[in-house]
């Protein structure tokens, strides 16, 4: 009964989501309350889905990111790196490499957090329209974190988890043997193609921070000269792990409220609420999953395939399992309820762990064909006045290409 139930939920709501005429927020909440009143999730499980570190930090970085775009000397060092572009596609390239090297080494979410509002805000100064070029960031940001231990949390928690079985974890930078290869395809292939799937909305959604606002922000000298310390010393613990990024986050947004560079109503205006509503709904329907013991079903499926399709084609359908989770859940939901397939099918058959964990990481951080399974996604697509199939028109055929490419070079390393 519990399996009709989801089937039939899970439907309705891509069916939803397909239709374009009502936001993702909406539909995953209805879907996720559905859940709860038939009992497949638990109260305290519903609401820990929406009352977690996970949103919190999110809300702290959407707080801090608009902060950035109105500190001009960011706003002037993104102007400078595009230097007047004329052409979108060559100003998404130049902002995807920027954003895709920075997410290596820092967590993916604050780049992105902060180059909404300042791409918003540098509309009006140069030739860039925000539809072409967020969704690429988004992407970028996603593939530039895969490619160190540190740029997402997806790598971090799954490492943990590995450790905590007792195998050796991940080093800094053995996930750039993937990540690399995939970050360079990726960026060619939005570069030169997915940019022209992208809508040319000349009427973008305005950015909640506009030019006068600004320039109150001056006249009243909100915006303290110390940020830039405050932002370098951000990226420090957040990138050495010094600490957790929630304690990072909300450090730096204290700090950002003590110093009076926002007040409690311009941070409520600085929250995009629909975004914290959709990543809440997805990460209570990844319980939704864990609770029907789907993860048990994949295991053994996947066990029973490796006879028929051999290692290479375990693999691949492993990373699509993971990637399709991704996309209709959330990649930490994801991840998580895959690292134990992914182990026990190491088990049985007699391979390196690691040969399916990073791909489980790979795949539930690669997600291009919808708003819902990674937190940036869900970021930009209000910014960019996007619609659904947007995200599958862009990302369709790099989809394709990071299954190959991940599995390929994970047989070549540790096969």
Sequence with gaps: METFIFIFAFTCMLL???????HPS???SITAAFFFFTGLVSFSEFISSYLNKTVLTIIFLFIVGNCMALNNWFVKWCSLWLNNEKSQANAALKL???????????NNTPVVAMFIPTIQKMRTKINIVPSKVLIPISYAAILGGTTTLLGTSTNLILNSMLI??????FGIFEFAWIGVPLTITGILYIGFIGIHFLPLHSDTQKAKILDEVSLDYRKKKRICWLFPVMFAGFIGVTSTQTTSIFTAAFLFTSLLFVTKSFTLTEAKNYVDWKVILLIGSAMALGKVIKNISLDVFISQLLIEWYSFGGLFL?????YLI???LTEFTHNIAAA?????????IAESVGVEPKLFIINVAIAASCSFLTPIGYQTNMMVYEPGNYKFVDYMKAGIGLSILCPII?????LLIWG
Excluded: H
């Design 16 to 22: 939803g989501l397909l239709s374009g005429r009502f």
């Design 26 to 28: 909406l539909v995953l």
């Design 96 to 106: 995807m490499t920027q954003v895709a090297i920075v997410s290596g080494f820092m």
């Design 164 to 169: 905590e079985k007792g195998y050796d974890g």
């Design 314 to 318: 375990t693999l691949i359908l492993c």
């Design 322 to 324: 993971t990637n399709l």
């Design 336 to 344: 998580v309820m895959m690292f134990p397939v992914g182990v026990s």
């Design 406 to 410: 991940s599995v390929l070079m994970t």
